[in-house]
């Protein structure tokens, strides 16, 4: 477990930094509350509608090809740790899979489902 | 108590009451965030059982990837509210019944007969060493070679199949 | 840490069919839309050169991958049978999609990474492998099923097979998961060294193959677990359906007689009664159904689901050494007489067919045997041959059935067997009696390759009738490779 500490260790300073700034901004900060300020943040815009809102399916489409190439990623990350003693097979082996999916990005930049419409 | 187990137990808890918050939630968007809550903690159970890799993998792909996919669904059918209403009346009083059972079916099983008995290996006995990435690394592209290899077809074909079913042809009608 | 050649001769055939389905996929990009045709022919090319490749390796016996996968007569038999379906259904789907309006290159490409994922699974002999391969052959399927989008009967057909098809594949992965957990491997031959020691849990094994069954049963569309198989094979394009409900059942039944053959034979004594009253409930819930039924798609889907049940039969005895490699040869058999006659009377049902869903009633045959005779004669060979009346192939499949489940002495099952036969007999028939006996004027469709299909198939079922010896000869050498 002990090669866990420095994670814990970088949680612990980024929770403490978070919180340090939040926090002194809170006790030294002037506080005035109004109407517009406790609305919610539309980058200046006033906020019209709903906060839900029922997405097309487009978004379904990009989420679907991005789960596809993150579970690719997971392949990847044990591969780089071993890419030594895989040797030239494990490059090889590597190399394959990523021309079969190299197909299905060909496929799916012709057929236009990278772009949106 | 182990710190170990101190913090399994902290854990255990943490896992049970998210699980329980996505039941109940009437929102469905507040139930798929607990169940992320629910993925990290389990993704931690695997830290403590010694496989960082799998730990890992579970927040990129379920953590990450799947719940934006779960999200997206919820809002594409605008399901995010629950109605009020039940529809099925019988579904919940038969569920508990069910569950009881299935709980003390499982717990008999597991303290009479389907002890493990040596032929499964303890978790964490070989496997949690710094390692032990690259030792799954290596079985995974050598013994697992065809495994994987089949694997990058059938994200090939998933992947296909989803812009056949999504995109409309050049000139087709809606 | 390399592989040999001999690894690669073990995966000779999907190798080259996944390889071939790739560069199929980008070729397809560069085929104008009017010219789909060209993939079509392609995606039968690739099937017919690997079906060479497949021929060429009878007699060949390795395993390779790490004992992943088995080149074996059994495999070698169930890949030829599959690339023929594949071919069949290419033939049967051309002018179809054409026609319905849905024709896009995809249809020939995902249908060949189905074949692939179909032929990977044959020749599995680790149970992770068993579950790619599963998914492989499924997702192209659940799409297909879809095809015909936005028309609602088919994406009903593909949303309904895709949920029931994930749980069913969840139930292969939890029996898998426990099969691991009780012996530590997923390798059949490690399964079945591991449960021949006394410290292995066979109640955990057991569980775990029993649910790695009802995963298949799913696939396989027996009862209690053929709820989705009307509405998908009614609501999915025609020729998708033709191709599923041979080409899905052959694949799904190869897995399960290997798994169970080779990994469970410790498990026979609870697993018989398991699968005897399966394959008992199949037929008859499949049979009877079948009598109410006033649409040709769902009454053959009905059909199907009870040809499932008479397949089952041949696994009952798969304990008994003593008629284990007789019975196993005659459910490989009964699959080759259900893919050929399958396959035929798909194709008559596609030459009937109009456009939104026209054409597809019991009652739209009459006057078929008056204005088509040939197709007419055609339908009654295969109506005949589901039924198993001679001369056909299906009525040998049957007896080769019924023998080896009487020689492992369930009698009872192959008294059922006969009964349903004989009430199937009164709805396959009353498709020949509306052929022949009633007024009417149907409409059908003349394409080559279509016709063709029909006809082929159509001869076969008869000829090989006359001499099924070798074939079934070719089947028992197939299976005795397997131990």
Redesign the interface.
């Known amino acids: 477990m002990l090669e866990y500490v420095a994670i814990a260790l970088l949680i612990a300073l980024a929770l403490v930094v978070a919180l340090a700034a939040i926090g002194l901004g809170y006790l030294f900060g002037p506080r005035k509350q109004s109407a517009v300020k406790a609305q919610p943040y539309e980058s200046g815009i006033n906020p019209f509608g709903e906060g839900t809102r029922r997405m097309p399916v487009r978004f379904y489409l990009i989420a679907v090809l991005f789960i596809l190439f993150d579970i690719e990623v997971v392949f990847f990350l044990p591969w780089a740790i071993a890419f030594r003693q895989l040797g030239l097979f494990g490059l090889i082996e590597m190399v394959l899979f990523i021309v079969i999916l190299l197909v299905g990005y060909i496929y799916a930049w012709k057929k236009g489902a990278l772009e949106w419409e | 108590m182990t710190p170990?187990l101190i913090l399994f137990l902290i854990l255990a808890l943490v896992a049970v009451a998210t699980a329980l918050g996505m039941l109940f939630s009437k929102n469905a968007?507040y139930s798929a965030l607990f169940l992320v809550l629910n993925f990290v903690t389990v993704a931690v159970f695997y830290?403590l059982l010694g496989a960082p890799?799998i730990a890992?993998?579970q927040i990129?792909?379920y953590a990450?990837?799947?719940m934006?996919?779960f999200l997206?669904?919820i809002?594409?059918?605008?399901a995010?509210r629950l109605p009020d209403t039940h529809v099925l009346p019988w579904q919940k009083p038969l569920a508990t019944v069910l569950t009881v059972i299935l709980a003390l079916e499982s717990t008999y099983?597991l303290w009479t007969?389907?002890?493990?008995?040596?032929?499964?290996?303890p978790p964490g006995a070989e496997v949690n060493t710094?390692d032990n990435?690259?030792a799954?690394?290596?079985t995974?592209?050598?013994?697992?070679?065809?495994?994987?290899?089949?694997?990058?077809?059938?994200?090939?074909?998933?992947?296909?199949?989803?812009?056949?079913?999504?995109?409309r042809?050049k000139?087709q009608k809606? | 840490m390399n592989l040999t050649s001999q690894d690669y001769q073990v995966l000779a055939p999907y190798i080259l069919l996944t390889a071939w389905a790739c560069v199929l996929l980008l070729v397809d990009l560069f085929i104008p839309k009017e010219r789909k045709s060209v993939t079509a022919l392609l995606a039968a090319l690739g099937l017919a050169v690997t079906l060479g490749v497949t021929l060429s390796q009878v007699g060949i016996e390795q395993v390779g991958f790490f004992n992943m996968a088995a080149l074996d007569g059994f495999s070698t038999f169930v890949n030829a049978l599959l690339l023929v379906s594949g071919i069949l259904g290419i033939a049967l789907a051309h002018g179809y999609v054409k026609r319905m309006g849905i024709e896009r290159g995809e249809y020939y490409t995902l249908l060949l990474f189905s074949v692939s994922g179909m032929m990977l699974m044959a020749q599995a002999t680790d149970l992770i492998i068993v579950f790619i391969a599963l998914e492989l052959l499924s997702i192209p399927l659940y799409v297909l099923a879809a095809f015909a989008r936005p028309q609602l009967s088919s994406e009903e057909a593909g949303m309904k097979y895709f949920l029931l098809g994930a749980f069913a594949t969840g139930f292969v992965v939890y029996g898998t998961a426990l099969v691991f957990g009780a012996t530590g491997t997923t390798s059949l031959a490690g399964i079945v060294a591991a449960a021949a020691s006394p410290s292995t849990s066979t109640l955990l094994l057991t569980i775990g193959a029993a649910l790695v069954l009802v995963g298949f049963g799913f696939k396989v569309a027996a009862v209690p677990f053929h709820m989705w198989t009307p509405d998908v094979y009614q609501g999915a394009p025609t020729a998708v359906t033709a191709f599923m409900a041979s080409g899905a059942k052959i694949a799904g039944f190869a897995a399960l007689l290997r798994v169970f053959a080779t990994a469970f034979p410790a498990l026979a004594v609870d697993m018989t009664a398991v699968l005897w009253a399966l394959a008992a409930l199949t037929m008859i819930v499949g049979n009877v159904i079948a009598i109410s039924q006033t649409d040709i798609k769902r009454m053959l889907a009905y059909s199907s689901i009870a040809h499932a049940g008479y397949i089952l039969m041949a696994f009952v005895p798969y304990g008994n050494p003593a008629v284990r490699d007789v019975s196993i040869a005659a459910g490989l058999f009964y699959l080759v007489a259900y893919a050929f006659t399958n396959f035929g009377a798909w194709g008559v049902v596609i030459a009937l067919e109009k456009k939104e869903e026209k054409g597809l009633a019991i009652a739209d045959y009459a006057g078929l045997g008056r204005k088509h005779p040939l197709l007419a004669a055609a339908m009654t060979v295969f109506m005949l041959s589901l039924v198993g009346l001679p001369p056909t192939l299906g009525l040998v499949g049957k007896v080769y059935l019924f023998r080896a489940v009487i020689a492992g002495g369930f009698t009872g099952l192959a008294i059922i067997g006969v009964l349903t036969s004989l009430i199937s007999a009164y709805y396959y028939l009353r498709v020949v009696v509306t052929m022949y006996m009633k007024e009417g004027e149907p409409e059908t469709v003349r394409e080559t390759w279509l016709s063709l299909t029909t006809a082929l198939t159509a001869i076969v079922t008869v000829v090989f009738s006359l001499l099924p010896q070798s074939l079934f000869e070719w089947a028992s050498t197939a299976v005795l490779k397997l131990f």
């Open positions: 170990n968007v830290l890799f890992m993998a990129t792909v990450g990837a799947i934006v996919l997206f669904v809002m594409l059918l605008g995010e099983l007969k389907a002890r493990p008995s040596g032929a499964v290996l710094v990435l690259r799954m690394a290596m995974l592209f050598n013994d697992y070679l065809l495994p994987f290899e089949v694997t990058s077809v059938l994200l090939l074909v998933a992947m296909v199949g989803v812009i056949v079913l999504v995109r042809e000139g809606s």
